[in-house]
T-cell receptor
Framework: GDSVTQMEGPVTLSEEAFLTINCTYTATGYPSLFWYVQYPGEGLQLLLKATKADDKGSNKGFEATYRKETTSFHLEKGSVQVSDSAVYFCALIGGGQAGTALIFGKGTTLSVSS | GAVVSQHPSWVICKSGTSVKIECRSLDFQATTMFWYRQFPKQSLMLMATSNEGSKATYEQGVEKDKFLINHASLTLSTLTVTSAHPEDSSFYIC?????????FGSGTQLSVL
């Protein structure tokens, strides 16, 4: 079945460092890909998405490009801030099935220190 | 502000008791609601999908008699963990959806003693 694999954390960075969180997927058809973020004490929020190959999703300085050839959707940010400390989830909605249930990776905790 | 309200945020209960978790969509009508569960260091796993006014569809391995889901209105779904045991301790999170939107609640941390 469809699945998402993302790098395990925690990831600990200093402020203004470059961030990459790897995400790869297995899916039938052409899935839509998402990054969700969960700040402490809050619910999951959509960070960015991409619905077809070579699409780049971006928001709040974060970017991720849908790479069909490598089945990847790595999250990047050029300069992280303390306020980016959160748990990041890579997810997909399978392209081969109806419905809107998301399939998630395990989540990666990011901790940014000043 | 929050679009989906989930309550309570955390709950501690004794083994054998039942716990109800509510999920409300605040400013849109949710035709479908999803319930997920996350064990430490594991993925968010879909437990069940519920459509308003009909029985929930449970994922393989999820006991429908233990995890009762009610989706009586377009703005409210409840998950009741019946006769909870320590192995049910987990993080439960709901999401509410219509054809245009998908939002998540803030989650409920359940600890069963």
């Amino acid at each position: 079945g469809d699945s998402v694999t993302q790098m395990e954390g925690p990831v600990t960075l200093s402020e203004e460092a470059f961030l990459t969180i790897n995400c790869t997927y297995t899916a039938t058809g052409y899935p839509s890909l998402f990054w969700y973020v969960q700040y402490p004490g809050e619910g999951l929020q959509l960070l960015l998405k991409a619905t077809k190959a070579d699409d780049k999703g971006s928001n709040k300085g974060f970017e991720a490009t849908y790479r069909k050839e490598t089945t990847s959707f790595h999250l990047e940010k050029g300069s992280v801030q303390v306020s980016d400390s959160a748990v990041y989830f890579c997810a997909l909605i399978g392209g081969g099935q109806a419905g809107t249930a998301l399939i998630f990776g395990k989540g990666t905790t990011l901790s940014v220190s000043s | 502000g929050a679009v989906v309200s989930q309550h309570p945020s955390w709950v501690i209960c004794k083994s054998g008791t039942s716990v109800k978790i509510e999920c409300r969509s605040l400013d849109f009508q949710a035709t479908t609601m999803f319930w997920y569960r996350q064990f430490p260091k594991q993925s968010l796993m879909l437990m069940a999908t519920s459509n308003e006014g009909s029985k929930a569809t449970y994922e393989q391995g999820v006991e429908k008699d233990k995890f009762l889901i009610n989706h009586a209105s377009l703005t409210l779904s409840t998950l009741t963990v019946t006769s909870a045991h320590p192995e049910d301790s987990s993080f439960y999170i709901c999401s509410a959806s219509n054809s245009e939107k998908l939002f998540f609640g803030s989650g409920t941390q359940l600890s069963v003693l």
